[in-house]
């Protein structure tokens, strides 16, 4: 009978060598586990039942120093592709969802359904503000959704730039920056008070975001670790359920010369008109509907379209093409007076490249209305 010590060897070192991958593969989960127990103890946790706290720092929003604006682990950055003209200021923005919570894609044009739970934050600034040239922050202006609804809460930041104050009442605040071409401006800018901010974001007199819709999203975005398509992003992220359209109906860029005009001008009042010139909002009564989705019609941009109010006599015409004398739309967008202006709230001052957009579409147009 042949010696049984090489069979017995062989079985102990075929034992040994699984018992050393199990164990092995027993660590790597279990790095990999305890890596992934890390990262959800980095994670940002809010609770919106908890909502509004007095102060900003209260939410832990932001990493080190409050002022620097860098955004705790699963506070996601976005920018729309066109921004609300706010007086000049620049804003930051990010989304937070609850961990194993996603929005919804609905349509192109509408804004996602976000979950409950759900926190948009948005800051307020200006930079080169004088005399220090430095970067001033003003406010910082949440939307949460709690049991099916979203609330506001605004922040008002402290002239040390080291703390945010829960605000209801809305305030003025004298601001002079300097822009890229080393011009001087000034702004009595003005913080909402919360009613101002629900005529905004309503929707059958409930309030509603503006503008995280994915024709809105469709663009990329610089993040740290590389530019990449938003919606692809909030998907990544599980701030987005898979399954929405590989092609989305997406606005122009006001600002992108580019393009052609009239593709600009629907991209601009899109985000600047569209919240309040739309079925169940503040302005429904008027005729115009700027949506992006509405505005392929110009008859919907108001273009030969008698308006109902006139504010003086040589307004015929919402947009009186090759005339913007004629034109009440150029006449509104011009305008800094509260009665008259367009849009009612968010700005105090004129527009400057927004009025020039509108000038050169408006003299475009031909031939004249009759």
């Not at 509004?52 to 409050?66: C, D, N």
């Not at 600034?125 to 922050?137: C, E, G, K, S, W």
């Not at 919240?275 to 108001?302: I, K, Q, W």
């Amino acid at each position: 009978m042949p010696p049984r010590t090489p069979v017995l060897k062989k079985a102990l070192l075929f034992l040994v060598g699984l018992f050393a991958l199990l164990v092995a593969c027993t660590k790597e989960d279990l790095q990999e586990t305890l890596a992934n127990v890390g990262e959800d103890a980095d994670r940002l946790v809010l609770n919106v039942d908890e909502f509004p706290y007095a102060t900003l720092s209260q939410y832990r929003f932001f990493k080190g120093r409050m002022a620097d604006q860098r955004g705790a682990k699963g506070l996601l950055p976005y920018a729309p592709i066109n921004a609300l003209f706010s007086d000049y200021a620049h804003k930051f923005r990010w989304v937070w969802m609850p961990a194993g919570e996603q929005a919804v894609y609905n349509n192109d044009h509408r804004v996602l359904d976000f979950p409950d739970g759900t926190v948009l934050v948005k800051t307020f600034y200006y930079d080169r503000v004088q005399p220090a040239n430095t970067r001033r922050i003003v406010e910082t202006r949440l939307l949460y959704k709690r049991n099916g609804q979203w609330e506001f809460a605004d922040y008002v930041w402290n002239a040390e730039q080291t703390e945010a104050t829960y605000d209801v009442n809305g305030s003025y605040t004298p601001i002079t920056w300097v822009d890229d071409n080393n011009a001087e401006h000034f702004v009595n800018y003005r913080i909402p008070a919360f009613a101002e901010c629900q005529t905004c974001h309503k929707e059958l007199n409930l309030p509603v975001p503006i503008g995280p819709k994915p024709q809105n999203l469709n663009s990329l975005y610089a993040y740290p670790e590389g530019p990449k398509n938003q919606l692809a992003k909030w998907a990544e992220m599980g701030y987005l359920q898979y399954g929405y359209p590989k092609r989305i109906d997406t606005p122009a860029r006001w600002d992108d010369a580019s393009k052609p005009l009239q593709e600009r001008v629907r991209g601009y009042v899109d985000m600047n008109c569209a919240h309040c010139h739309r079925e169940n909002s503040h302005c429904d009564y008027r005729p115009m509907r700027f949506a992006f989705s509405e505005t392929a019609d110009p008859v919907n941009l108001g273009v030969c379209v008698t308006p109902d109010d006139p504010l003086l006599p040589q307004h015929t015409y919402i947009v009186a093409r090759g005339n913007i004398a004629r034109s009440l739309l150029h006449y509104r967008i011009s305008s800094t007076l509260e009665s008259e202006r367009m849009p009612l709230l968010g700005r105090t001052v004129v527009h400057e490249e927004g009025r020039a957009l509108f000038t050169e579409w408006i003299n475009s147009l031909s031939p004249a209305c009759q």
